[in-house]
């Protein structure tokens, strides 16, 4: 082999693995590309965890109380669907699903109601509107019986007078878990569904803004393709080192 026949080789094998290594890395790049194509979601998930609660505190007689609070409990995905209480009715006897009152500017919930021997709220879960105002009524069966909320961001009078009210006003979207508390190991427990944004069963949680993984041929692909791309440049090392030499000898 002569040194121009030798140089003409080199440059060939050079040029060979050139193409090869920009053909496997264009390979790559187009696996991945494939991979994520239409793969790419964003969830409208933005959460807002509230739980302020601005009471106005007028009283009026009898007990009924407006409180112009904003308050949110839990904070979960908006959009409606099937309210997640948590787990929080699941010891109310009387909880048979969520009751719609949406559409009414004033809904009541009896307190003692006939279920679980007048240990009961009546319906258990209400939804209703925002600005919607709750009324308590008391049946003055079952005992003394009160108004507090999960969080003790309200709370009503402790009492068993038939025809007592309580009322609140909710203008904030959320769930509002309450009890009664002489009765809540009984089960004596209630729910308050605010508008659209509130924890739901139905919202899937957001993809968020972390890093994403490479899927899994894009990333078998890249490793194939770096194996053979550092073989490539071996293989063109050693041809330029030793390949004049036996040339040479030749």
Known sequence: MTDGSADVSRRGFLTAAAGTGVVAASGTAAAQQNETAGGNQTANGNATAGGNATTGGNATAGGNETAGGNET?????????TPDFGGWLDDAPNFDGVVDRRGQDEVTVAVGGEANNNLSFEPAAVHVDNGATVVWEWTGEGGSH??????????????????FTYERTFEEDGIYNYYCNPHRASGMLGSVVVG???????????????????PGAALTLS?????????????????????GAAADEH
Request: aromatic share 8%; no cysteine.
């Open 73 to 81: 409990d839990g904070g979960g995905a908006g959009g409606g669907g």
């Open 146 to 163: 009160n108004v507090v909320h999960q969080d003790g961001n309200f709370e009503s009078e402790l009492t068993g007078e038939a025809g």
């Open 196 to 214: 659209t944004d509130y924890p739901s069963v139905d919202t899937g949680g957001g993809s968020g803004g972390g890093p994403q993984e490479l």
């Open 223 to 243: 490793v194939a393709t770096t194996l053979v791309m550092v073989a490539t440049l071996g293989l063109a090392y050693v041809f330029l080192k030793y390949g």
